[in-house]
């Protein structure tokens, strides 16, 4: 399982039209995952705070675009070369930051190492 972070809005949109297109496929050329154990550092570097997000759960065999795993931070991120097709997503979990601003996993994810 692959994870996305986006605004709600953004996700209802993509629903409605059946792809999911988010902020940097068209500036960066592909749409920003995290692994589990990658999500919540993820979360609190780039979306420290923000409310209205909405957590996509992604079967990485159901996608029909590329995913690469590239490096950044010191890490492998994956990242969907292409459209998203909303087919692939499991589950939508609301993602709110805590009173602190800060993201926590989600209750029913659970990191194993």
């Known amino acids: 399982?692959?994870?996305h972070i986006?605004?709600?809005?953004q996700w209802e949109q993509a629903k409605q039209v059946g792809i999911y297109r988010g902020d940097t496929?068209?500036?960066e050329g592909f749409i920003h995952c995290s692994t589990l154990q990658q999500l919540i550092r993820t979360a609190n570097k780039f979306?420290?705070?923000q409310k209205?997000?909405?957590?996509?759960?992604?079967?990485p065999e159901q996608v029909q675009a590329e995913i690469k795993y590239e490096a950044a931070d010191s890490d492998?991120?994956?990242h969907i070369y292409g459209e998203l097709n909303v087919d692939a997503v499991t589950?939508?979990?609301e993602f709110e930051p805590?009173?602190?601003g800060k993201f926590e996993i989600p209750n029913g994810l659970t990191i194993t190492h």
Do not use: A, S, W, Y
């Open 1 to 3: 399982m692959i994870f």
């Open 6 to 9: 986006t605004k709600r809005e």
């Open 25 to 27: 496929l068209d500036t």
């Open 47 to 49: 979306f420290h705070n």
């Open 52 to 59: 209205g997000l909405v957590l996509l759960c992604i079967e």
């Open 76 to 78: 492998l991120f994956p």
């Open 91 to 93: 589950q939508v979990i």
């Open 98 to 100: 805590g009173e602190n």
